[in-house]
């Protein structure tokens, strides 16, 4: 993963230098960046989320609207729809969030798939598993590949105690809350500021801040409000649907925080290729990772 961290300070006591992307040099030694266990999850992690994204909107394209509450059907107000609609001669797709509607013809709602045909579902083949219409077999990947999801992200945190990751790069302290420092870091990512020498080593407050989220609330909320979805949930643990105030709800929550790690990845590969693409993928395939040079590495 990216790391872009907080401006250190050098022995003089003053911030270091941070470097502009493409400053970096082939003469800086390679250092150690990511341990094995992050580089194992990172890659498997990015497959199983890829699997449950594509089949979780074939799932969705059964029924493409979202309720709060326990209950929701055709006639209910849905307070998101993704759907088709005719005036007159013209058929379009549209994307409707409450009252707000945007139109989404070509590609949700109305479209055309790989043999020419118009279709009229929410989510195009291209972002489906499988391409084709089929709940049922959308449903077989999605929830094998949910085992290996909270499997692995377990697997991962107990490790990551025992290794002292999450302490050592995830915890944020109490002057990384500073409103300064927190300022700062986002005035330097705004600028694409990237860090030089040894703070290019270690998380910034932002990156902390967004791993945190993935890891403590986005990930676990989609394993819990996937357990909320189902019935067999109710026989051993009816408080779980509950707390969400309805099993539509627990399925708006599912959908919202299923796009909110879309987002973060959007985000994490823009950063990726402004950062140096070749340095970061290779940090994340071997470990290791060439810093680039800052103030006290004598530039």
Not at 129 to 141: D, M, T, V
Not at 235 to 242: D, S, V
């Amino acid at each position: 993963m990216l790391r872009r961290p907080r401006r250190s300070r050098n022995v003089n006591g003053r911030p270091e230098s941070l470097a502009k992307p493409g400053s970096l040099t082939k003469d800086a030694p390679l250092v150690r960046r990511h341990r094995l266990s992050t580089r194992l999850w990172h890659w498997s992690n990015a497959l199983v989320l890829l699997v449950m994204l594509m089949s979780g909107l074939m799932i969705f394209n059964a029924h493409p609207r979202l309720y709060w509450g326990e209950y929701g059907a055709n006639f209910d107000p849905a307070w998101l729809k993704i759907s088709s609609a005719r005036i007159g001669a013209r058929e379009f797709g549209y994307l409707q969030i409450g009252s707000w509607r945007i139109e989404t013809t070509g590609v949700l709602g109305l479209w055309h798939d790989a043999q020419g045909h118009l279709q009229r579902r929410a989510f195009p083949y291209w972002a489906t598993l499988p391409s084709r219409y089929s709940l049922a077999g959308a449903r077989i990947w999605h929830l094998a590949f949910a085992w290996l999801l909270a499997g692995g992200l377990t697997l991962y945190l107990g490790w990551s105690l025992v290794n002292r990751h999450l302490q050592r790069d995830i915890h944020m302290t109490r002057r990384e809350w500073r409103p300064a420092n927190v300022w700062r870091d986002i005035v330097d990512h705004a600028r694409l500021r990237f860090p030089a020498g040894e703070a290019s080593r270690h998380y910034s407050f932002l990156q902390k801040l967004a791993y945190a989220g993935v890891l403590f609330v986005a990930l676990p909320l989609m394993i819990v409000t996937g357990l909320a979805m189902s019935p067999g949930t109710d026989a051993w643990a009816p408080i779980i649907t509950e707390v969400f105030g309805g099993r539509q709800s627990a399925r708006s929550v599912h959908f919202l925080c299923a796009f909110a790690l879309v987002a973060f990845f959007v985000v994490h590969m823009v950063m990726v290729l402004l950062a140096g693409p070749i340095n970061e993928v290779r940090a994340m395939i071997t470990g290791r990772y060439r810093p680039r040079p800052g103030r006290e590495d004598g530039v």
